[in-house]
């Protein structure tokens, strides 16, 4: 049996290749990639606290002060849901998602001009 049939999460490249540029650490990264696991419609999640620190293996506490964090640094939103009785936050992507098109931009371009170097560097090989 494979242990994809659980099922997975698709998360961009982008958020690889420039998840040091956002400011985070590698544990609020942790937090930031099992809420977007919560992810299923238009990039909002519900979850509570305590399902992310039982999967992450955290304190809820420590959860929270990330959490905290990745909003103050505009890359989530959170909200309580607009319906009545007791529910888990609402988190939204849309800070995440406007800050890594534009670092998605930067790296490219920086990806261009390392393969336009290393192609001149090839030339200049060969030459001699």
């Given at each position: 049996?494979?242990?994809?049939?659980g099922?997975?999460s698709?998360?961009?490249?982008?958020?690889?290749?420039?998840a040091?540029?956002?400011?985070?650490?590698?544990?609020?990264?942790?937090?930031l990639?099992?809420?977007l696991?919560?992810?299923?419609?238009?990039?909002?999640a519900e979850?509570?606290?305590?399902?992310?620190?039982?999967r992450?293996?955290m304190d809820?506490?420590?959860v929270?002060r990330h959490?905290?964090?990745?909003e103050?640094?505009?890359?989530?939103t959170?909200g309580?849901?607009n319906?009545p009785?007791?529910?888990?936050?609402v988190?939204?992507?849309?800070?995440?998602?406007?800050?890594?098109?534009?670092?998605?931009?930067?790296?490219?371009s920086?990806?261009?001009?390392?393969?336009?170097?290393q192609?001149e560097?090839?030339?200049?090989?060969?030459k001699?």
């Amino acid at each position: 049996r494979s242990s994809f049939q659980g099922g997975y999460s698709v998360l961009p490249h982008s958020l690889f290749q420039c998840a040091g540029r956002l400011g985070v650490t590698a544990t609020q990264q942790a937090v930031l990639f099992h809420l977007l696991d919560f992810c299923f419609d238009e990039l909002k999640a519900e979850v509570t606290k305590a399902e992310l620190a039982g999967r992450i293996n955290m304190d809820r506490r420590q959860v929270q002060r990330h959490l905290r964090k990745l909003e103050e640094l505009g890359l989530i939103t959170s909200g309580y849901p607009n319906r009545p009785g007791r529910h888990a936050k609402v988190y939204r992507f849309d800070g995440l998602v406007k800050k890594l098109d534009k670092l998605a931009v930067a790296y490219r371009s920086e990806a261009k001009q390392r393969k336009h170097r290393q192609d001149e560097a090839l030339r200049d090989a060969i030459k001699f």
